[in-house]
Nanobody, 121 residues
Framework: QVQLVESGGGLVQAGGSLRLSCVAS????????MGWYRQAPGKQRELVAS???????TVPDSVKGRFAVSRDNAKNTAYLQMSSLKPEDTAVYYC???????????????WGQGTQVTVSS
């Protein structure tokens, strides 16, 4: 069993900040990439940010300079710090992680339940 639990979503005014957390728990041998995705109504799910176990970060131009992703490997936790939020950032935000459950298993991708972020104008 592997669970990803997200927290930190909510309602915020444009220009404000919000910090999301994602905690992975259960039977975990190691975690490779952890990532954040979002899905707005009528749109496909898109990558917001990803970070490897070594700290390599990938972010799209749409959030570059405003969002920052980090992780604490000892706590199996990833964070998404969002600043200068815009109404177009409104979406359900999902955490995902590539998890290896044992030394004999392959990495599999697991998803969190999602957390709503709403940015008002």
């Amino acid at each position: 069993q592997v669970q990803l639990v997200e927290s930190g979503g909510g309602l915020v005014q444009a220009g404000g900040s919000l910090r999301l957390s994602c905690v992975a728990s259960g039977s975990i041998f190691s975690i490779n990439v952890m990532g954040w995705y979002r899905q707005a109504p009528g749109k496909q799910r898109e990558l917001v940010a990803s970070i490897t176990s070594g700290g390599q970060v990938t972010v799209p131009d749409s959030v570059k300079g405003r969002f920052a992703v980090s992780r604490d490997n000892a706590k199996n936790t990833a964070y998404l710090q969002m600043s200068s939020l815009k109404p177009e950032d409104t979406a359900v935000y999902y955490c995902a992680a590539d998890v290896r459950r044992s030394v004999w298993s392959n990495f599999l991708k697991y998803w969190g339940q999602g957390t709503q972020v709403t940015v008002s104008s």
